[in-house]
């Protein structure tokens, strides 16, 4: 079984539109170890009503926290402090899913960050989408990664931008699983469509 775990050049660039095609492709199991705000609209429960498949489960948070912000100030807010050995992956017989929040270094504490909840096994999906300085993001997050030693693979979210895509291949050499597109919607029929897409590149 393996562990795909999904993160972002930067908040909003698509990860969990991202993580319920992969979950729907892979019939696999979805975890977000940590959940800032929007608690009764939560990253886990868009997931779940996207995914078609009776096979995924859908675990619950390690940490949920009230406020939409970096997971270090919720939790501060919430009179609580993070700590990752209390973030514990679901044991489980199936491929899994795990969703970051925001990019890799997002502070969960004061000394440690997303980067730290990634295992040496995890393949990890870089989800990325075109903006002012998205070069930038992307290669910083897809070095690090290297440098650590992950596999690492990418997904763009949104429209095509050619001299962006080509220099991020040309510098970094990592596998593109394909395009999310803009939608106008995204529901259970697209995400399908989108799985049965990427599968083969997974």
Known sequence: MKTYFITGISTD?????????????????YYKPVQAGKLDNCDT????????????????????LETPMSPHGAAKLDGLTIDI?????????????????GGLMVPLNDNE????????????IVVSRHYLGS???TLL???????????????????EHKSTE??????TGVKVI??????????KNVIKEYAERFKERL
Do not use: C, W
């Open 178 to 187: 394909g395009r999310i597109n803009d939608e106008p919607y995204f529901d």
């Open 141 to 159: 997050t897809i070095n690090i990664l290297k440098e650590k030693g992950f596999d690492v693979a990418l997904i763009y979210s949104g429209d």
């Open 166 to 171: 080509s220099i991020i291949k040309k510098m």
């Open 13 to 29: 660039v698509g990860k969990t539109i991202a993580s319920a095609i992969l979950v729907e492709a892979l019939e696999a199991d």
């Open 85 to 101: 050995k209390k973030i514990e992956r679901p044991k489980i017989k199936n491929n899994l899913v795990i969703e970051g929040a």
């Open 45 to 64: 429960k868009k997931v779940q009503r996207l995914v078609s498949n009776q096979t995924s489960v859908f675990h619950s948070n390690s940490y949920a």
């Open 113 to 124: 960050t997303i980067l730290d909840l990634i295992q040496p096994k995890d393949k990890v």
């Open 135 to 137: 070069i930038n993001h």
